[in-house]
């Protein structure tokens, strides 16, 4: 599959990047806002213009109430084949597996795309079109598991700076770049490291990115998509319709709170009962998707290293 080329700017940076939004969701603001400030040519698009043409997507959606209300609970959800056992076994066995999925119960499963649910109302295009690429032809099951739920992949290039005083900072473009959580190493991890004397423990902060599996929230019936966005897109672009998918059962709201992102948790009764959701087809329904270039932009984590030490006396 070829992508097309993206025209770099006079200035010979960085070329564009092409991105679909979806029309209709909350929150107008955030439209608003990201055509302005992310945009190419945003500052000069007409405020009015972009409010009325959200109002019409989401005049839209209430016409899908009605003709499509329900749709979402009759997502189709098939067992994974028998010979993918071994990759799923190896796949919960993994350390990015087992760090993401550990507090609830979950089953893969091989799930219709079209009606997953969405919370995230824009994709980058131009990276589906290069994670298209990595499709060979038509995949067979093994390899369509990999593509959607992937132990090996290529790592965006991050670059390291220190800045004065204690002070780093990583940045990277792609927008998974994340910390982690930051760990206590004892001395029989730390074989090959080196320091002034004894060490008896370190704290180590890693930065990275997220495991980045396809993974769906699922609750009467329902799957809210929250990981794989852009792998989700990109086979339902290449006219996929089923992809395997890590699906997490939630039966309460607490449970909700362990694994949901912020916008399903602040308001899980528009994902969960609302008779027309968001779904993941919705992006390619020309009334309901506005494609732009969107300037470059890179995910920064500045890391600051303050260490105290003391004398305490007992009174």
């Known amino acids: 599959m070829k992508h097309k080329a993206i025209p770099a700017s006079e200035q010979g940076v960085a070329p564009y990047k092409k991105l679909v939004w979806l029309l209709g969701q909350p929150h107008l603001g955030d439209y608003i806002n990201f055509v302005a400030k992310k945009a190419v040519g945003g500052r000069e698009r007409d405020p009015l213009a972009?409010?009325?043409?959200?109002?019409?997507?989401?005049?839209?959606?209430?016409?899908?109430?009605?003709?499509?209300?329900?749709?979402?609970?009759?997502?189709?959800c098939r067992p994974i084949e028998a010979e993918l056992a071994p990759l799923e076994a190896a796949l919960r066995a993994n350390t990015w597996f087992r760090g993401s999925f550990d507090n609830l119960p979950s089953t893969i499963l091989k799930v219709e795309l079209d009606k997953l649910i969405m919370s995230q109302v824009h994709v980058e295009c131009s990276f589906t079109e290069k994670l298209g690429g990595t499709l060979a032809g038509a995949p067979d099951p093994a390899g369509l598991f990999d593509f959607c739920l992937p132990l090996d992949r290529p790592m965006a290039p991050v670059r390291m700076q220190r800045l004065t005083g204690d002070r780093f900072v990583f940045s990277c473009p792609s927008n998974d770049f994340r910390p982690h959580q930051p760990r206590l190493f004892m001395p029989d991890e730390l074989a090959g490291f080196e320091s002034i004397g004894p060490v008896a423990a370190m704290v180590g902060l890693m930065v990275g990115f997220g495991s980045n599996f396809m993974s769906a929230i699922r609750s009467n019936g329902r799957l809210v998509l929250q990981n794989g966005y852009h792998r989700a897109y990109t086979l339902r672009s290449l006219g996929f319709t089923h992809a395997y998918c890590i699906v997490e059962d939630v039966t309460r709201k607490d449970e909700l709170k362990l694994t949901a992102d912020d916008e399903v948790a602040a308001d899980p009764a528009f994902y969960f009962a609302a008779r027309r959701p968001p779904l993941l087809k919705d992006f390619f329904d020309p009334r309901l998707r506005r494609e732009f270039e969107i300037r470059p932009s890179e995910t920064k984590v500045e890391v600051e290293i303050n260490v105290r030490a003391s004398t305490a006396i007992d009174l």
């Open 50 to 76: 972009l409010t009325m043409e959200w109002r019409e997507a989401n005049d839209l959606y209430y016409e899908l109430e009605q003709e499509e209300a329900g749709i979402a609970e009759t997502i189709d």
